[in-house]
């Protein structure tokens, strides 16, 4: 037995809920993962992600789920979270546990009476500039009239811009 001596109407009464993250680009790390079975019957991975400075989101893998296209995301999924590791073999979800990356992170809206929840769109290196992005700055046109690089010092004046 555990005394206790608690006052409830000590204790200010809760929100109810949990912040959600604002959608974007957050350093994390996946902390645990565990397989796990679906109301269907299907197993799944299921990754607690904590995310530095905040709280955890939750992101399930469907690896062994009957659904090919279902699948198919899960194995992208396991693969940006190799890559963002520098792994090219994961032979144990131990692999993938406390080790830094980025998470893209969104909010799903909640449906049948479930509030909104975040949700991880995609992970990547910490550091990693977006494929896309890069593949777009070395196919853009340089027009030739573009101004030099650099932009030439502003003229020397006696006093501070401020206080002309």
């Known amino acids: 037995m555990v005394a206790l001596n608690f006052d409830a109407t000590a204790v200010p009464e809760s929100t109810g809920g949990f912040e959600l993250l604002q959608p974007g680009e957050y350093r994390a790390e996946i902390v645990a993962a565990e397989t796990k079975v ?8 299921e990754l607690q992600v904590k995310v530095e400075g905040s709280g955890s989101v939750w992101d399930n893998l469907n690896l062994w789920n009957p659904n090919p296209s279902a699948v198919e995301v899960a194995n992208d999924r396991l693969k940006q979270i190799a890559r963002a590791l ?7 979800s131990d692999d ?5 990356l980025m998470v893209k992170v969104n909010i799903e809206a909640g449906t049948n009476g479930y509030s909104d929840k975040n949700i991880i769109v995609s992970y990547s290196a ?38 002309s």
């Open 96 to 100: 993938i546990l406390l080790k830094p």
């Open 126 to 163: 910490i550091g990693a500039v977006a494929a896309p992005a890069m593949a777009q700055l070395a196919q853009a046109p340089v027009p030739p009239s573009a101004p030099p690089a650099t932009a030439a010092p502003a003229p020397a004046t006696s006093s501070p811009p401020w206080q």
């Open 38 to 45: 679906s109301k269907k019957g299907h197993t799944y991975m």
């Open 86 to 92: 520098n792994m090219t073999h994961v032979a144990d």
